[in-house]
């Protein structure tokens, strides 16, 4: 298992320079609208998974209120457990990925979202909503 934390930067982006811009507050949960995952976005996420776990199906995205340009994503990991993650994208690679809830974080190894300077926490709109989608 991989106990480093990492982000990447894409498209001239750094992690610190991301989209992930807060509108303030907590806005009401998502009228969730589940969407798909494209295949190149899942198996981008997919290498930041610990050794020893994948994802069990496919994965769902909620467009979250709470923030302009960030995607909830979540999905069956190894063990039945749901993980979600926040992206700015579901259709590529050109953003970068962050572990939401308990799960996420530990099965991956994708920074935690609430560390970053705009934190996203689990209870950001669209979480419930995406974990909705998968269960």
């Not at 050794?51 to 340009?69: C, N, T």
């Not at 530990?106 to 920074?111: E, K, L, N, Y």
Request: charged share 15%.
């Amino acid at each position: 298992m991989s106990m480093s934390r990492r982000a990447f930067s894409f498209g001239g982006i750094s992690a610190g320079m991301l989209a992930l811009i807060g509108c303030g507050g907590k806005a009401e949960e998502s009228a969730a609208v589940c969407e798909s995952v494209s295949a190149e976005t899942t198996a981008w996420i997919a290498q930041g998974l610990n050794d020893g776990v994948a994802f069990v199906g496919s994965l769902s995205a909620v467009k979250s209120k709470d923030f302009e340009k960030v995607w909830m994503v979540a999905g069956k990991v190894t063990g039945d457990s749901v993980g979600v993650w926040a992206i700015n994208t579901i259709t590529d690679t050109s953003g970068t990925v962050y572990s939401v809830n308990n799960v996420a974080q530990t099965s991956s190894d994708w920074i935690h979202s609430e560390t970053i300077k705009t934190p996203i926490k689990a209870s950001a709109d669209g979480v419930s909503a995406v974990l909705k989608c998968v269960r």
